[in-house]
């Protein structure tokens, strides 16, 4: 399982990956501009999704790591 195909169906692409690597939930997040935006979530609570429905470019941790290197985490 590796990049998440543009213009793919993310929801269907994260549950594949989520259980091929033994995981139980995540999130794939597109670089728009300046924000990382949610584009699938995987066994998140509502509430959690609206936390990370955008995350500002240059945020610590994960997102900060994308921002960095362009490349999936």
Do not use: Y
Not at 40 to 45: D, G
Not at 52 to 67: E, F, M, S, T, Y
Request: charged share 10%; aromatic share 2%.
């Amino acid at each position: 399982m590796g990049n998440v195909p543009p213009a793919a169906d993310h929801a269907g692409w994260l549950s594949k990956f989520v259980e091929h690597h033994g995981g139980v939930s995540g999130t794939v997040h597109l670089l728009e501009g300046e924000l990382l935006t949610l584009s699938a979530a995987l066994n998140l609570p509502p509430h959690i999704c609206e936390l990370v429905l955008q995350i500002p470019r240059g945020k610590i941790g994960r997102a900060h790591v994308l921002n960095s290197s362009h490349a999936n985490i």
